[in-house]
């Protein structure tokens, strides 16, 4: 698949695409297997997604792979994912550094179980002097954790004389976000055929294209993320103003 590959303006690559990583248990289930396999298989997509993006010289990939929410499936399935999850990241650490790519992890870790914070923290550490793709998986992750925990960081700065309340504004607050060394994503992806956000960074995908595809995350590979890049490209983002506008800044340039 090459040429797809080909026809995508690499001048106008989104700088951060986002991924919820949907449809595992689906998947797994019309073949008659259990939700792990899904899990298990949904693996090979990340490694390829993740190894597409490189290739396309992408800066930030950031991957959904374990919500808040999660936390409430049946315990067989959080504890299998976690550990599914922990052991790839530890196991792709020397296939990360050889292709630059640097590992971060937002999300509310101290929910996750000791050895697992343990495997990440080294992960992180390791990678961490890589200057390609910035890989960033969100786990224990949900939207609604980070910006009530931002506000309370904000709460107490203000408290402490640290910060005016007049000084808040959308620069400031992003500082207080898990996010706040990304830019926010331009493009995001949702495998599986579901249309919503799920508690995903919600204030980062303000302007996000969204980006559905009835594929489930398992059957997901780099030539459907050229798709959806591709689908991107064919939009007119216009931030609110119009189209006219647009183009007239467009000709003056
Ligand atoms: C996505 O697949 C993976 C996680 C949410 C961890 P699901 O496990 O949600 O699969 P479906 O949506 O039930 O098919
Ligand atoms: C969203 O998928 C979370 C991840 C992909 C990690 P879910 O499968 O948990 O979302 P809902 O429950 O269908 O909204
Ligand atoms: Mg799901």
Redesign the pocket.
């Known amino acids: 698949m090459q040429e797809l590959k080909d026809t995508i303006d690499k001048s106008r690559l989104p700088r951060h695409i986002a991924v919820?990583?949907?449809?595992?248990?689906?998947?797994?289930?019309e073949k008659g297997q259990d939700?792990l396999y899904?899990?298990f298989h949904?693996v090979q997509s990340v490694r390829d997604v993740v190894e597409g993006s490189a290739e396309l010289g992408l800066e930030y990939l950031t991957l959904?792979?374990?919500?808040t929410e999660?936390w409430d499936?049946p315990e067989n399935?959080v504890t299998g994912?976690m550990e599914l999850l922990v052991d790839t990241i530890r196991k792709e650490v020397p296939t990360l550094n050889k292709n630059n790519i640097r590992l971060h992890v937002i999300g509310d870790i101290a929910m996750m179980p000791e050895y697992a914070r343990t495997e990440l923290q080294e992960a992180l550490d390791e990678t961490s002097k890589n200057t390609g793709l910035n890989l960033i998986m969100a786990l224990s992750y949900s939207s609604r954790w980070e910006l009530v925990n931002a506000m309370k960081r904000v709460a107490e700065d203000v408290k402490a004389g640290k910060v005016e309340p007049e000084q808040v504004n959308p620069a400031l607050f992003q500082q207080y976000l898990a996010t706040s060394a990304f830019p926010d994503p331009e493009l995001m992806i949702r495998t599986?055929g579901?249309y919503r956000i799920s508690n995903f960074l919600l204030y980062q995908l303000a302007y996000a294209e969204l980006y559905f595809t009835d594929t489930?995350?398992p059957d997901f590979r780099k030539e459907n993320l050229y798709q959806a890049i591709l689908d991107f490209q064919k939009r007119e983002r216009r931030f609110g103003k119009t189209s006219e506008q647009l183009q007239q800044s467009a000709n003056s340039i």
């Open positions: 919820i990583m949907d449809g595992n248990g689906r998947w797994a289930k939700r899904g899990h949904g959904y792979a374990f919500s999660n499936r399935e994912l599986s579901e489930c995350w």
